[in-house]
């Protein structure tokens, strides 16, 4: 389908673009009032999940209030893992929580790659936010802007999957059985290997235009444990989807690896997300002219104050060419105490930064 802005998919070529794309790391979200007030029409979220009318409104919102040049879908990493039947619950006000997690041989050997069936809501939601962006102008269906679909990482689920919940004591059970029972992560990181690759081609064939791969928590790992446990399979889920998905480009993003770009680098992916960790000059440095660059604005920026963020911009830039291979964004996700008036100031500051 014709794409009315496709600046996000010219920045994945060699093509020097007039300013790079920008989209934010979770861009729909509870920093945005009329996202909260979408959200309480859910008991739990999952259940939000599930309504793709819900997925492709929330979708929407950030477009509504900025120009940006990409849209993700709305979902969540925790989508395979719940179809694995762990329990998944997210509690008020908490974080996610699995009633079963996987602690011994006889868990991880129940262990099973989900029905595809049992996450068709989520193709379902990729198709309707397709089509909710999606306007007729002069009798040609063109497509506003590139959808992004998403997974996490096999590395990064097996962590919400060993530990049952999120992150706070950097996943030490996943950390113990790597080191006592190395062949029961494996295992489970080859379930999830499969399961990704299966979830992202449905999601592409579904009508997503860019895959990107969540892998938030391999900066927990050693640089000689991250390229095992954690770059290995994303090195399979991409080697396989350019097999099945030749021209859908793939973004890459282990938050807190940058040590590791070299080895990214090497991955196959079209893009690698870089958090704030780094600057972006270094980043260039690590891997090349090749591949394109993702980041990196630190989320904390998005709750000072305009002076600060355009100081910020401005100086992330140097001994770096925003015009190659670049997409703008924030080193991790947009927290719930940004200030949304701030993103005008932030858009309006690349633009500017970009034609200086
Ligand atoms: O009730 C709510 O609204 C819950 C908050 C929430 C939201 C808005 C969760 C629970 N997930 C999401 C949406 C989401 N999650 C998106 C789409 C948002 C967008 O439009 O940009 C995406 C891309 C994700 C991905 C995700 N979920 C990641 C990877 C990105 C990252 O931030 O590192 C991770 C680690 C999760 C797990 C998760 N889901 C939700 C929470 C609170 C968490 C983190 C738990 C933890 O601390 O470990």
Known sequence: MKLANDLFLRAFTDERLPRPPLWLLRQAGRYLPEYRASRARFPSFMDACR???FCAEVMLQPLARYPLDAAILFSDILTIPDAMNLGLSFGVGEGPKFASPLRDERAVSALRKPALESLQYVFDAVAHCKQALTDHVNG?????????GFSGSPFTLACYMIEGAGSANEFAHVRRMMFQRPD????????NTQSVIEYLEAQAHAGANVLMIFDSWGGVLSPSQYRKYSLASITKIVAELKRRLPGIPIISFSKGANVSLAAQAQLGADALGI???????????SVGAKITLQGNFDPALMATDEATLRRAVHDAWSGFDPHHRYIANLGHGITPDANPELVHVLLDEIHRSANA
Not at 277 to 284: F, G, K, N, S, V
């Open 51 to 53: 309504s793709k009318e």
């Open 140 to 148: 040609e269906v063109v497509q506003r802007i590139p959808l992004i």
């Open 184 to 191: 029961l992560l494996e295992r489970v990181l080859e379930v």
């Open 275 to 285: 958090d704030w960790q780094t600057d972006l000059a270094e980043a260039r440095a």
